[in-house]
Structures are given as C-alpha cells and as structure tokens.
C-alpha cells in the first residue's frame, strides 16, 4: 500500500521537481499539490493523504 502524499511548495519548479522524484517509488503516491496553504486546504477537502509536505517561504 502507497502512502499517499500532498505536496505544498510556493516555487513552481521545486514542488514539480519533488514530484517528480518522488512520483519514481511505488511506494508514495501523490495525491494534491498545491503552490499555498490556501490552495492546498481547498484541495485537502476532497482528499484525504497520510502526509503531508508543506514548504512555503516567507518573504
């Protein structure tokens, strides 16, 4: 069984990149990815990960 995974990170490139890598394990599914944390609540109404990856810079 995958555990199911939702990513958030602000930068486009970073959040594709750890998709990317982490999309190669049959282990981890993703299941949302969200580019903020308002983004990834919304998302996370209609799914349910055992993880989640939050990054967002504060700037």
């Known amino acids: 069984m995958a555990i199911r995974l939702a990513i958030t990170d602000d930068h486009h490139l970073v959040r594709d990149g750890l998709i990317q890598y982490l999309s190669m394990s049959p282990d981890i599914q993703i ?3 969200a580019a903020n944390g308002e983004e990834i609540l919304e ?3 209609v799914t349910t990960p055992d993880l989640k990856w939050i ?5």
């Open 31 to 33: 299941v949302a990815e």
């Open 43 to 45: 998302k996370l109404r």
């Open 55 to 59: 990054l967002e810079s504060r700037q």
